[in-house]
């Protein structure tokens, strides 16, 4: 079983920055890619951002230049820091990783249960 635990979410003032954290434990043998995602009120989960195991990044448009997603291998962990935080930013942020259990065995995704991210004044 594995088990992905999101922190850092909570209020802030438009224009502010959040560091959000994303831990995974248990039957991990290696992680692929790591990726953030938010659930807006009313809206369809979208990408914020990815990962590769090697360090390569994607954003979605909104994201680029605000956010950096980056990742520590070692600790099974991936962090997105979010500068110049608008309202429309406001959503709940989930993590995502794509984890392989055994050496050679296949890749399954995994979710983390979300954190609240409100950026208000």
């Known amino acids: 079983q594995v088990e992905l635990v999101e922190s850092g979410g909570g209020l802030v003032q438009p224009g502010g920055s959040l560091r959000l954290s994303c831990t995974g434990s248990?039957?991990?043998?290696?992680?692929?890619?790591m990726g953030w995602y938010r659930e807006a009120p009313g809206k369809q989960r979208e990408l914020v951002a990815g990962?590769?195991?090697?360090?390569?990044?994607n954003y979605a448009d909104p994201m680029k230049g605000r956010f950096t997603i980056s990742r520590d291998n070692a600790k099974n962990t991936t962090y997105l820091k979010m500068n110049s935080l608008k309202p429309e930013d406001t959503a709940v942020y989930y993590c995502k990783a794509a984890v392989r259990r055994i050496r050679w065995g296949p890749l399954w995704d995994n979710w983390g249960q979300g954190t609240q991210v409100t950026v208000s004044s």
């Open positions: 248990g039957d991990i043998f290696s992680i692929n890619t």
């Open positions: 990962i590769t195991r090697d360090g390569i990044t």
